[in-house]
């Protein structure tokens, strides 16, 4: 029921209890002025631009590898004998860290370059040696093939001798076989002649005589053409055997010449290891003093006290070189990889150094410093993806009291939307506005969000 303007003017309007506990409290209408006022603000909020990014975490490395930390190995086993330099001093690359000395027995021997030079030149003499040797049977093999060529040409002009001469003597039997016809012809008429009359006994035995002289020079015709045949056989039998007499004298002489070539390969093999036993025993006496192998800061030993023993590539020590190119070494899950690329800009924030960090407003932000994607991982771990991230020479420079191993944060700055909707993208777990070339990777963000922050 409305009231009425009576009752309202009423003097005692206001003392009455009823009224007053119908009344609006006043703390009530300012709440309500104050929580639609923040509701109103929280709303226009949302249509603030935000700078869309890509937050990592990491810790500093250098950049080549050179200039990472790395540990002093020894090469050979040996025991400690000296320490030259403590931790934390700095070292120039040649310096000597610590001194080794022999535990093996074989390289113990004090002398033991001059003996392995010794045996040396003793093997080298052996193979000079050896060789002419090998040269002088060389040339004694070329003489018994030149006197095996000078032999059978004597051995066939003595068969063709002899041949020529067994034909003299065939033609001799010949001759002689006609002249015993004649003689026996002689004889058989002078016979005749003796029967009938005409001729004397003294005649035919006579005759007779001559007849028996021609048989007997046939005879030793005969028996000397025999000879001569015989001889002939024997002359070839001499040559035959005087190609196998030579060959045998060569086929020994070659043998002893493949010895003798098999020796001095030998020797020179003997001679090759002993040369790299020498030289690697000379290298190894380098090994006995443990070397920077680059400037830098003795950052850590690994062994400590004199007489210890170390193993053959075990660590000495560690390193830290002189003035390293620093990079971020940052990691970045599997979903956000395609959104960067090398290139990239990056904001990094490092232990150590005050900053108040606004993710989405970069020109709001302090204490943080510029960088560019330089190396993106092929493959990932754990599916995170490491990223080196080095100083952009654009913008400020880094702080020179940086250390490997310090922390970084770093964010990837992407394209610019209002807040709500990287609210609902951040709740629905969805990636990153990625607005560009498919081909090439380009963001046509990254171009407005770097305006965005020099501005």
Known sequence: MAKTATETNHPDYMQLEAMQQVQTPRQGRILTY??????????????????????????????????????????????IEQWHIMEGTFV???????????????????NLLANIREQLESKQGAAVATGAKAQAM???????REGLVYSLQKGRNKVEQTRLKLQSDSMDVVAQRTELAIAEAQFARQET????????????????LKLQEAQAK??????????????????????NSLQAEYADKIAKAEAELNATQSYVLG???????????????????????????????????????????????????TIMPHNPQLAAELYVDALDLPLIKPGDDMRLQFEGWPALVFTGWPGASFGTFGGKVAVIDNSGTNGRYRLLVVPDPAQEEWPGALRVGSGVQGWAMLNTVPIWYELWRQLNNFPADYTGDA???AKEGNTKTQENYEE
């Open 34 to 79: 104050w929580i639609g006022g923040i509701f109103l603000v929280i709303l226009l909020c949302l249509f603030l631009p935000w700078t869309q990014n890509i937050n990592s975490q990491g810790m500093l490395t250098a950049l080549t590898p050179q200039d990472r930390p790395q540990t002093v190995e020894a090469v050979i086993a040996g025991r």
């Open 218 to 239: 046939l005879l030793s015709v005969i028996n000397k053409t025999d000879a001569t045949r015989a001889e002939l056989q024997n002359a070839r039998t001499e040559l």
């Open 138 to 144: 060389q040339e004694q093999i070329q003489a018994l």
């Open 92 to 110: 120039n690359k040649g310096d000597t860290i610590a001194s080794l000395s022999e535990i093996k027995e074989k390289y113990m021997d004090p």
């Open 439 to 441: 081909k090439t990777g």
């Open 267 to 317: 020797t020179q093999a003997e001679v090759a290891k002993l040369q790299s036993e020498y030289s690697g025993t000379q290298v190894r006496n380098r090994y006995y003093h443990i070397l920077a192998p680059q400037d830098g800061y003795l950052v850590r030993t690994l062994k400590a006290g004199l007489g210890e023993t170390v193993k053959e590539g075990e660590a000495l020590a």
């Open 193 to 208: 002649l003796y029967t009938q009359g005409l001729k004397s006994l003294t005649e035919l035995e006579a005759r007779r």
